[in-house]
């Protein structure tokens, strides 16, 4: 008890001395409001001053890793990293990488970067730029660009260069094909130069009114590249209240602003305007694994037109506005382009807005007729950045420098973890000294290096960049964001939240085999805690079913690769349904016969276990064609067309996919067989748990693998439960084979009736051979003989049976077996069997 005590004040002064500050912040805080108290207040700092404690507590507890684990009672403080530890002590000790965390809070994440970068900066660089079209980093000198493929992301890439002219760019973009580079030089004037030919040409607005927002290119078959433009004007001789004069100004600037489409003529080596959308523009955001543009307008910059340019042609979205909440002070907040981000997650489109005043991340989710808003999740820090890593959302809270993760598959509101630093992994100075010539001066500068993305993380110019990347702008660096799956499952484990986390698990797909063995360790463990047999059913049957769905549409056999492709090749896909299994051949409005629409506890495993295609970005079917708009969410409906197609957005990625699912031998081989050997004394425990299991493989018609029958069947006999065993037989719950009728003959040497149960399944079988083997181990070989001569099985060698009779020393026997195969197996008379067994008969009779 007095150890404990010290231990919890050793604890106490750690906190103390690491967590002053955010302790200094949040009770400055409280302390300005006291005595007025309402929830959430001071929420801010105290997710800031409640991180820091976790950190300190979770590292005490890694330095008590090695048997002298020290166990801490302070509830409300380390309740989630006693969830942590819950799950480590499933899944099993923390892998080294998930220890090896570089960071500035040197903790434990679910969410890291890893050593070593990929270096963007060249010699006279003046400036980074990403191609999201291409998935290219761009480094500009005065007179060259230099690229670096990361669809592959390698951080040992080398470069390539062309040569550009000189001049001010404020943005530069290849073109799908690679072969044409267009450089904004202005706010009125885009350079075009064709690689091919070496041609160079502008092309400027027509009027000095016009600005050029940006460009981007398409794979759209009506045009190739399209400019954002809107128009600047004067705000001079108004009069307040002159409506109509306002009025006419944004006419005036409507009929200016919108998209203008191009086209690049081959032959006259231009661009040849195509089409122009008009409309107002404030600001507009884009992205290429979307292909979606959406235009900002109004006073506040919230409503929205969007349009999709994809390979099957342009889909215009219905316009809507985003909900901005109202400050206490008379004032309209403006949103601005860097609180609006387009993420794809499991196929569907949402857009994500931050809501400063209100301190929410609002989404929304894109229909063909319909942007439904889905809900908000909170904020906790005024500057936020998202990124998205195998389907899951992460939300950077950039001033606490922390990172939330969410999986709103099911349109959930709940982070599936506590918020933690992001991490920087793999960082040594053996691997610097080791990957560096000029040891010194190399590892002095990687560790500056090093020491400034600490310094800088989070910062002002960190650059997140679609999906999972981020681009370090002062020190010209791109790290690719993973996330631990370990981690990120452990922090939110407890014994109520298994079957989330399992399904959570069979929904990635990056790390499928990690999710895999997780999956099973997580089951292994709750049945050696003894957790009640309806949880561990429950989390079987999520396995299961997920197992089930992924053998019924061919993702579980699919090991395929990515290969890194021109996107102007990239294939297309439907705009329609995202429920997973959906052929992008089929109608967009088809559901595969294996999903019901009612089976909702189904559908929340198999959307995500299933490769939706390695694109999947698609535009969900309109709400006006059957499918019924959630209760409570807000809609801005429009036209319906159901004959709309997209081009699905390239990922360029070289990967290998695979299915997170556990097989039926899986079970048997790390879970059961395991847990058997550790539970030796718990025979009714696991015979409840075997039995349900084998119910939720009926359920989905899966094949058990024959060895877990037969570990029921030594189960069983062990405790000698004969009974339940027979009854387990007789009604087909232990399914007959080989290997059952073998281990029952084996087990029933002390119950006859039992060792007759594995002769009749043997029977039964028709397994001939091995019964007739039986009878003669038994001495049964005169009834062997009788039922070989009835069943004609002629796969028994003579020479078993004689010398069985041999053996019992009874000549009449043996001379009765040997005439047996005389009359019978022609030529045996001239066999050496015969002669030697002949000789035996004449023996013994002497």
Avoid at 179 to 197: G, P
Avoid at 557 to 574: D, L, V
Avoid at 763 to 776: F, N, P, T
Wanted: net charge neutral.
């Amino acid at each position: 008890m007095k150890d404990k005590n010290n231990a919890t004040t050793s604890l106490l002064k750690r906190i103390l001395l690491n967590c002053s500050a955010q302790a200094k912040q949040y009770g400055s805080c409280v302390s300005a409001r006291v005595p007025e108290v309402e929830k959430d207040m001071c929420l801010k700092e105290f997710v800031v001053l409640k991180n820091c404690m976790q950190n300190v507590v979770w590292l005490v507890h890694i330095s008590y890793s090695e048997g002298r684990s020290t166990w801490f009672d302070l509830s409300g403080v380390i309740t989630d990293n006693l969830k942590k530890v819950n799950l480590h002590k499933m899944t099993g000790e923390l892998s080294s990488s998930a220890l090896s965390c570089s960071s500035g809070s040197n903790a434990l994440s679910h969410v890291y970067i890893q050593y070593p970068p990929l270096r963007c900066n060249v010699p006279g660089s003046r400036s980074l730029f990403y191609d999201d079209s291409n998935k290219l980093i761009l480094s500009l000198t005065p007179t060259q660009v230099f690229s670096w493929k990361i669809a592959t992301y390698n951080p040992y890439a080398a470069p390539s260069s062309d040569r550009i002219s000189e001049g001010p760019v404020l943005s530069i973009r290849y073109s799908l094909d690679l072969k044409l580079l267009a450089i904004q030089r202005s706010s009125q004037e885009i350079q075009i130069w064709n690689k091919d030919t070496g041609d160079t040409f502008s092309q400027k607005c027509r009027s000095e009114s016009e600005s050029i927002l940006g460009f981007f290119w398409t794979d759209c078959p009506t045009c190739e590249i399209v400019f954002v433009k809107t128009r600047s004007v004067t705000c001079t001789n108004l009069l307040p209240g002159t409506l109509t004069r306002i009025e006419a100004l944004f006419k005036a600037i409507c009929d200016c602003s919108g998209l203008d489409m191009y086209t690049y003529g081959t032959e006259s080596r231009n661009l040849q305007l195509v089409q122009t959308k008009k409309l107002s523009i404030s600001w507009y955001i884009y992205t290429h694994e979307s292909r979606l543009v959406l235009l900002a307008s109004g006073m506040q910059c919230k409503s929205f037109t969007g349009f999709q340019l994809s390979s099957a042609g342009i889909i215009r979205l219905p316009k809507f506005e985003m909900v901005m909440a109202k400050p206490e002070a008379n004032s309209n907040p403006i949103l601005a382009a860097e609180d609006v981000h387009i993420i794809t997650v499991y196929g569907r489109i949402y857009c994500l807005q931050f809501d400063k005043v209100a301190m929410l991340l609002r989404s929304y989710r894109f229909y063909r007729d319909a942007v439904v808003q889905q809900g908000s999740l909170p904020a906790y820090s005024d500057r936020i950045a998202v990124s998205v890593v195998d389907n899951v959302l992460l939300v950077h809270q950039a001033e606490a420098k922390v990172v939330i993760v969410y999986d709103i598959y099911a349109d959930s509101q709940v982070p599936i973890s506590a918020p933690l630093p992001l991490c920087l992994r793999g960082y040594s100075r053996a691997n610097v000294a080791a990957s560096h010539t000029s040891t010194k001066t190399s590892e002095a500068s990687e560790s500056k290096n090093l020491s400034d993305t600490e310094e800088t993380t989070y910062g002002d110019q960190w650059q997140f960049l679609v999906p999972d990347l981020v681009l370090d702008v002062s020190n010209g660096s791109l790290w690719k964001i993973s996330m631990d799956l370990e981690a990120s499952s452990g922090i939110s484990a407890s014994s109520s939240e298994v079957q989330l986390i399992l399904e959570f698990l069979q929904r990635r797909k990056l790390d499928a085999e990690k999710a895999k063995q997780l999956s099973l360790a997580i089951v292994r463990t709750i049945i050696l805690e003894r957790k009640p047999v309806p949880m561990v059913a429950r989390a079987m049957d999520v396995l299961l079913a997920a197992y089930s769905q992924a053998i019924k549409t061919g993702s579980y056999y699919k090991r395929s690769i990515t290969e890194e492709i021109s996107p102007s090749n990239a294939p297309n896909a439907a705009v329609g349904e995202t429920i997973t299994g959906i052929d992008v051949s089929r109608s967009i409005n088809q559901e595969p016969e294996s999903v019901t629409r009612n089976d909702s506890s189904k559908r929340s495993i198999m959307d995500g276990s299933i490769e939706k295609t390695e694109t999947g970005d698609l535009l969900e079917p309109g709400l006006l064609g059957g499918e019924d708009l959630p209760t409570g969410h807000s809609q801005t409906l429009g036209p319906t067309n159901n004959q709309l197609n997209s081009s699905a957005s390239q990922r360029n990625q070289s990967q290998v996919t695979s299915s997170a699912a556990t097989s039926p031998a899986d079970f048997y081989n790390y879970v059961f067989s395991p847990t058997v050997e550790e539970m030796m004394g718990d025979g009714s425990y696991l015979t409840a748990i075997i039995v349900d299991f084998l119910r939720s493989c009926s359920l989905e018609k899966l094949k058990v693998y024959p060895n877990t029958y037969v570990l029921l069947v030594q189960i069983l006999a062990r405790d000698e439960r004969y009974a339940e065993l027979g009854l387990f037989i007789i009604n087909k719950i232990i399914e007959p084979s080989k290997e059952v009728a073998l281990q029952l003959l084996d087990s029933g040497r002390q119950n006859q009736q039992i060792r007759k149960l594995g002769q009749d399944i043997l029977r039964q079988l028709s397994l001939h051979h091995d019964y007739i083997l039986l009878l003669v181990q038994d001495g049964y070989y005169l009834e062997a003989l009788r039922y070989a001569r009835k069943n004609k099985v002629t796969t028994v060698r003579p020479s078993l049976f004689l010398e069985a009779a041999y053996v019992s020393k009874d000549p009449q026997h043996l001379a009765a077996v040997l005439r047996f195969f005389s009359d019978f197996i022609p030529g045996f008379k001239s066999s050496p069997d015969h002669n030697t067994y002949h000789r035996f008969v004449a023996e013994l009779n002497s």
